[in-house]
């Protein structure tokens, strides 16, 4: 018998792989699955989403107690046998006591989000999404709720004028233009209605057996109610709630894929993320009809829960291979983590320009991520490359916001982007050592008449000559000696189909 069930399992496990390997990717066979994006039908929404769809770039931020040992955000403290929750420990419960403890030390002095947003702005982010709790429930918001948060007299920090951080980053944001998202994570592993000390935690889910104990999971659902109340009622308008955590869920969404974009981690979806199925059920439609109330045009992100609260698709450190009309976002790292780290390795300006176009170009959005360090400052590195991302949207901002991607979203070297006025973006992404653009550029599939004309941003109007099938863009070499700016180049094309 035993053997029997071995060998079935060797069979599926086979046809798995060869499935993979047919190239029909996972990725792929999650995109055609139905129902997977509900159209967002309330008209407050979806003018706020059709907006947030034309900002095109948007600054994420992970910051903690965490920041300050440098280590991943909340994971350390989660019981799971994986990489990404490695301690540098032998002894977990001394560990959790410590890691707790960073509350009380928790003091950045040197925070100054007027400079962060001035910063972001420049480099041409148009909205933001701060962490203000994380998975570990440090509530870098002033709660009600608990005192495991910011502004507890327990916090190095509480003092400080500027102790609600949160406040502070979005109004900071919110005067530089910025849409505003709050993250907030539906799993609190300090909550004891969510990790009951009363047994141990082995994993990321609720400790406990809902079914048992109904009156502890209420008591979780209404104190996540209320922190997001608390949210959505003094903070300011807020555009996004960006809620992570995708496990906790109800058991009626478990067929359905909890990690569609997370490259890599299919197997998580049978083993780790729902290893005890539970109906982890927090009543996400009472929390979006409450919240906007108080937030009427507020865009829900219940990522990875396909339904009514996922106003858009999530991404995680991926770009998908092909174009999606539906609203998406990559969240993508600047550096190797989300979190700080001292000795993190930033991603070159080039790289992350390129990431943006070959997003834009397939219909999403790109939110950015950095970790502020835990004196609340940001790395040199960070600015140096917001610099030079900012250096390059000035001059070709026009073929990223509040462009559309497009079906062939991308030729040899060049992506493509289309403008609300139907001319077509052509964006050549330059090898790391070319620094000039080449003397010629030819776009196939594409039908010119007399009145097509092409401009290069940044320079001006440029020459073209017909070529079967398409046309042939001239670049001259006095811009080729001198150009507009480094990466990418784009050239605007007007009245060819
Ligand atoms: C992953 C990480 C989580 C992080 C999130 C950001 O899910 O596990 O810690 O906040 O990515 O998208």
């Excluded at 910063?119 to 005192?147: N, P, Q, R, W």
Aim: aromatic fraction near 14%; charge should be negative; proline fraction near 6%.
């Amino acid at each position: 018998m035993k053997k029997l069930f071995g060998l079935i399992l060797k069979i599926l496990g086979i046809l798995f792989l060869l499935l993979l390997a047919s190239g029909y990717g996972f990725y792929q066979y999650l995109f055609e699955r139905e129902p997977l994006y509900h159209e967002v039908e309330i008209p407050e929404v979806k003018a706020n989403l059709d907006k947030w769809q034309d900002q095109k770039f948007g600054l994420f931020m992970h910051w903690g107690t965490y920041s300050q040992w440098g280590v991943v955000e909340s994971w350390s403290i989660c019981g799971e046998d994986e990489p990404w929750c490695y301690r540098k420990t032998d002894n977990y419960a001394q560990y959790k006591k410590d890691y707790e403890a960073l509350k009380y030390t928790f003091n950045p002095s040197a925070f100054d989000p007027e400079k962060w947003a001035d910063a972001a702005s420049e480099a041409g982010m148009k909205y933001l999404v701060f962490t203000t709790k994380h998975h570990d429930g440090f509530c870098m918001f002033d709660t009600k709720t608990t005192d495991y948060k910011i502004t507890s007299p327990e916090c190095a920090f509480h003092e400080n004028p500027k102790a609600n951080v949160t406040k502070e980053v979005f109004d900071a944001f919110r005067g530089k233009d910025f849409m505003i998202g709050a993250y907030f994570s539906k799993p609190d592993w300090n909550s004891e209605y969510f990790w009951w000390p009363n047994f141990p935690a082995p994993d990321r889910n609720v400790n406990y057996s809902i079914e048992k104990h109904p009156d502890r999971w209420q008591s979780f659902v209404e104190f996540t109610h209320a922190q997001i109340d608390e949210l959505m009622t003094d903070y300011g308008k807020i555009d996004i709630l960006w809620l992570d955590g995708g496990w906790v869920r109800p058991l009626t969404s478990m067929e359905v894929s909890i990690s569609q974009f997370v490259d890599g981690i299919f197997s998580d979806v049978g083993y780790t993320q729902l290893h005890i199925p539970q109906n982890q059920d927090l009543d996400m439609a009472g929390i979006a009809a409450k919240a906007r109330i108080k937030q009427p045009g507020l865009i829900m992100v219940d990522r990875f829960v396909e339904g009514e609260e996922e106003n858009y698709l999530t991404p995680e450190n991926y770009i998908p291979d092909t174009y999606d009309p539906r609203p998406w976002e990559s969240c993508i790292t600047m550096a190797g983590g989300w979190s700080y780290s001292p000795d993190a390795q930033y991603k070159p300006a080039r790289q992350i320009i390129h990431a943006l176009v070959d997003i834009v170009s397939k219909g999403g959005n790109l939110l950015l991520n950095v970790g502020p360090a835990p004196d609340g400052t940001w790395p040199d590195e960070v600015y140096e490359r917001l610099e030079e991302i900012g250096a390059w949207m000035k001059v070709n901002g026009a073929a990223i916001y509040a462009s559309k991607g497009r079906e062939d979203f991308k030729e040899g070297k060049v992506s493509f982007t289309v403008s609300k006025n139907g001319s077509l973006n052509a964006i050549y992404l330059a090898d790391e050592n070319e620094t000039q653009p080449p003397s010629e550029i030819v776009v196939q599939g594409l039908s010119t008449s007399d009145d097509t004309q092409i401009n290069m941003l940044g320079y001006g109007k440029l020459n073209w000559e017909k070529v079967s099938g398409g046309l042939k863009i001239i670049i001259p070499d006095e811009v080729r000696k001198n150009p507009p700016c480094s990466y990418a180049w784009s050239f605007n094309i007007l009245n060819a189909n």
